[in-house]
Structures are given as C-alpha cells and as structure tokens.
C-alpha cells in the first residue's frame, strides 16, 4: 500500500480524472491533452495555487512512512501546514476539483490520525531546554530557533527581503520596486507575528514625495519565546531599546531570540528575531528612517484571514492610486530654493539646486551601477535637494547585498509598472490560447453543436 502522503497528493492530483473507468480512450486522452496544456499555461485559468501546497506537503513529508502513533504529531503539523496554505488559496480556488480534493483528503486524515485543527504549523521543532537559573536561560531553547528547527533532510527557508526608503521607494518581498505617495500611517507588514507601520510626511509643502518619520514595530507574544514588544522610532529619535527599556524579548525562556543591538548610535540599529528566523535594520539618514527586513516566506505568508494577506505594503506594493512613476514627474530644481526651514533638534543643511545632469554625478559616487536604485537617488535629489537621499539610497541597496538571499537580484533594473504592461500582455495571450483550446475541446467532443 502507498503511503498516506503519496495516497493523500495522489488524490489531490487526480481531480480531474472524475469520469470513472467506463471513460472512452478519446475522452481522457482530451483531459491528459487539457492537463499538459494547464501546466504549460496556469496562468490563463486561475491563480488558484493548489499545486504549490500539494509540493510544500510532499516535501515536509519526504521520505515518510505512514505514522506511527509516536510520529503522529509530525505528520499532524504537516497536514495543519497543507491545510492552512489550501485556506490561503480558498478563494481564487473556488469550483477548482484539484483544490476540492485536497481539502477533503486533508480532513480524512486529520480524522484518522485525531489530529487537532489548533497546534503548530512549521517543521517540527525539538522539545524546549528545562528551565533553570539565569545562566542556563541565557541561551534559547531550540524551539526559539527558527533555522535549528529543520531538519537535516528538510528544505532549508527560503528567505524573501522587503525595503522602504527615501521618498519613499518600496521594494517589496517579491522584488517589485515602486516609487509611491502614502502620505500618513501605512502598514508594512501585518502577519501572526508582527506588525510594522510607518508614517510618512510631505518632504515639501504641497509636494507628492513623502519620507519616513515614524517607525512602529509590534513583535507578538510567542509560545514560551518571547513577550510582547514594541519598538518605535521617530525622526531624530532612533533608541536602542524596547519601549519599556528592554533590549530583548523579557522574561520567558527564549529571551534573547529577541534582541536589539546598536550599531551606530543614533544612526543604526539591528532586530535580531531568531525565533521567527528575521532580521530587520532600521536606520536614521539625515532626517528621515529607512526600514530593512529579512523574512522567510513561511512568516511572510502566516495570516489568520488568508483573503486580507494583501492589506500590508511590503506583499502586495502600494496601491496603484499611490504610486509615482518618477520619469512622469520631473520637479524643478526652483522646487528646492525656498524649502522652507523644519523645526527639530538637528537642522537640515541648505537645500542645494540640482539639475538632472549634476544629481546624476552626485548619485554616481555612492551608487556607480545605473539600477533603481541609482534612479531613485537621483529622483530625490531634484525633489529635495537634500544630499542625505544620497546616502538613503546608498544603505538602502548597503541593507539589500546583507538581507537579500539571491545575490543575483540585488540590482533592479526596470520598475514594477512597466512589468506589470509586460504581465498583461501576457495574460491576454495566455486567455486567446485558452480560449482556441476551449473550442478545440468542443468540436471533438460536441460535433453536431456546429452542423
């Protein structure tokens, strides 16, 4: 007999074989035509993504027999991961026979083996070191380590990097790099372990380009790791603590999966959340914050409500109403000779005036490759004429060489709204090609509908 993971996706991918063994050669040779074509062209049908949590379950289970009573829990956690990532998809999977399926093999199992629908849904973690005296709780328990958590013969995390810089410039977690507005408070990330917002102001009177001046970040309580804590910066004003003082994550067992360390005061300061395998940097250039994380997708993707997942900027981008495109507003450099002054404990230097060509020459001493981020620095220098942009620009791809996990992406080179025409284009041929295919199916099925 196979075991209950392969019985498990086989069925899963087996959904649209529902005509039974009485089915003519003619008729499953059209449904394994259908299903070679849906391979080749998912995007044309749905974005349901089925097939990426039938692949995440295998690969939790690799190399599994079925459970026995001792391994239940294990396999109990992997059925949670396949069920929570098929409640992610649920809503652009609806009427899709794959996706029906698996959920109803999922709830079989669970049934079968009495596994709660409550309980972890990461690898599985080993036991929690004994409590002990002070020195003992100096180091976490493994189960405060999100990297100790795989095992040996697991995939390794894959890592995803989201910025927020200078005008602001966003770069989310899938790489896609905007220009936007999102003047006031904005949530940056907002998942079942930590919240982020930030608060942006005008950098000019009656400007469109805004920069960060306010900073909040919530890490949610979490198991016997660490309590609830909250960091916040403000413009001239990047401590080195927790708001209570603290600089780890309390009293619990697992504290220092959480610290903060300061790297330069005033200027730079380091999250390590080991717990949920995250870093994030949060710098003060000149007067505004840039903000810098390293998460894996696991964390990234860990939401109570899988429709609201595109509700924070660092997923899904700015909303499009918010969006710059900074080579369809070229300022004049008159917008920076009467800047008026910020109050503050640290005055800004006078504005200088750039022209295009001078701001390019500026940007090209911290920045020699032309990528976004080159252009971006030069943007803010001819909205702002404030030379600390420069230096925005600088740390922010500084934080990307250190944060991002594919060395190959670290410059980008094309701006997300030009891909997005790109991505359009592609999908109206993907539907001509589905919709030929559609008719293909009907003529051989169906001949007499066209006599």
């Keep these: 007999m196979k075991p209950l993971r392969e019985r498990l996706v086989v069925r899963s991918e087996a959904g649209w074989m529902v005509m039974g063994k009485g089915a003519s050669a003619k008729a499953l040779g059209l449904t394994q035509f259908f299903l070679l074509w849906l391979s080749i062209f998912p995007a044309a049908m749905s974005p349901c993504k089925i097939m990426k949590c039938n692949s ?76 002990g005296d002070s020195q003992e709780r100096s180091d976490s328990p493994e189960s405060c380590h999100y990297e100790r958590s795989f095992h040996k013969h ?17 770069r989310t977690f899938s790489d896609s790099f905007q220009t936007c507005k999102i003047q006031g408070a904005w949530p940056l990330i907002d998942n079942n372990y930590l919240n982020v917002q930030v608060t942006n102001t005008p950098v000019l009177p009656g400007s469109l380009a805004t920069a960060t001046t306010k900073l909040t970040i919530i890490f949610k309580s979490f198991q016997e790791c660490v309590e609830q804590k909250v960091y916040q910066a403000e413009m001239d004003e990047l401590p080195a603590a927790f708001a209570d003082g603290s ?23 380091e999250i390590q959340a080991k717990y949920i395998g995250t870093t994030i940097v949060v710098r003060q250039v000149g007067r505004y914050l840039t903000f810098a994380v390293r998460m894996p997708e696991e964390v990234v993707k860990a939401v109570e409500d899988g429709d609201n997942q595109g509700l924070y900027l660092c997923l899904r981008g700015c909303p499009l109403n918010q969006q710059l495109d900074f080579h369809a507003f070229p300022p004049t450099p008159k917008a920076t000779e009467n800047r008026p002054p910020r109050k503050g404990s640290n005055p800004p230097s006078s504005p200088e ?67 997005e025409s790109g991505v359009t284009a592609t999908s109206e041929l993907s539907m001509a090609l589905f919709l030929s295919l559609l008719a293909f199916l009907c003529l051989n099925q169906s001949p007499s509908l066209f006599l």
């Design 154 to 170: 697991s995939l390794r995390p894959n890592y995803t990097h989201c910025g927020l810089f200078g005008d602001p410039h966003l």
């Design 353 to 419: 005036v750039f022209t295009y060509e001078s701001a390019t020459v500026k940007c090209k001493e911290k920045l020699p490759v032309e990528d976004l981020y080159f252009q971006s620095c030069v943007f803010d220098l001819l909205t702002t004429g404030d030379v600390n942009f420069t230096l925005a620009a600088y740390y922010a791809f500084e934080d990307v060489k250190m944060l991002h996990s594919n060395k190959d992406k670290l410059h980008l080179f094309e701006r997300t709204r030009d891909l």
């Design 247 to 269: 600089k780890n994550g309390g009293d619990k067992h697992g504290a220092n999966s959480l610290k903060i360390t300061e790297k330069v005061s005033g200027q730079h300061i």
């Design 56 to 131: 995440e379950f295998l690969a939790a289970t690799s190399g599994t027999q079925p459970p026995a009573a001792e391994d239940a829990p294990e396999f109990c956690t992997a059925l949670r991961a396949y069920a929570l990532c098929t409640h992610h998809t649920a809503r652009t999977c609806r009427g899709d026979l794959f996706y029906h399926s698996a959920v109803h093999g999922i709830d079989d199992l669970m049934t079968q083996h009495n596994c709660s629908k409550d309980g972890p849904t990461s690898q599985p973690r080993l036991p929690p070191l004994p409590r």
